[in-house]
Nanobody
C-alpha cells in the first residue's frame, strides 16, 4: 500500500494562498487516481479535489471550484493542491488519499497525518 505524507499547511490571511504537497511512497503511484479531502473541527471529512492517473482529468467540489487547482508530478510521486483566494471556511486539516477507482470522491486507502490550514479574517 502507499504511504502518504501531507505538508505545506500553515496560517494565512483571507485572500492568501498556500500550496499543499502529498508525498507518496510506492512504485505504482502513477497508476492511481489521487484525491484531496479536508476535515474542519466538529465536521465530517469532505471531498475537495481529485486527479486521474495521468493528470489529464480533474474534479473539484463546488465550494473550491475556481480557487483550488490539483496537479501531480508522477516522476516525484507527489500530488499538489494550489489554494488561492483562501477563505476562513477553508480552515481544516487537509488529507490526500488514493481515489476510489469508480468514484474519486471516495477514499480508497489509509489516511496520512494531514496538514493544518488555518485562514484568519
Amino acid at each position: 500500500q502507499l504511504q502518504l505524507v501531507e505538508s505545506g499547511g500553515g496560517l494565512v490571511q483571507a485572500g492568501g494562498s498556500l500550496r499543499l504537497s502529498c508525498a507518496a511512497s510506492g512504485r505504482t503511484f502513477s497508476t492511481y487516481a489521487m484525491s484531496w479531502f479536508r476535515q474542519a473541527p466538529g465536521k465530517e471529512r469532505e471531498f475537495v479535489a481529485a486527479i486521474n492517473w495521468s493528470g489529464g482529468n480533474t474534479y473539484y467540489a463546488d465550494s473550491v471550484k475556481g480557487r483550488f487547482t490539483i496537479s501531480r508530478d508522477n516522476a516525484k510521486n507527489t500530488v499538489y493542491l494550489q489554494m488561492n483566494s483562501l477563505k476562513p471556511e477553508d480552515t481544516a486539516v487537509y488529507y490526500c488519499n488514493v481515489g476510489y477507482y469508480s468514484d474519486y470522491s471516495r477514499p480508497s486507502g489509509s489516511w496520512g497525518p494531514g496538514t493544518q490550514v488555518t485562514v484568519s479574517s
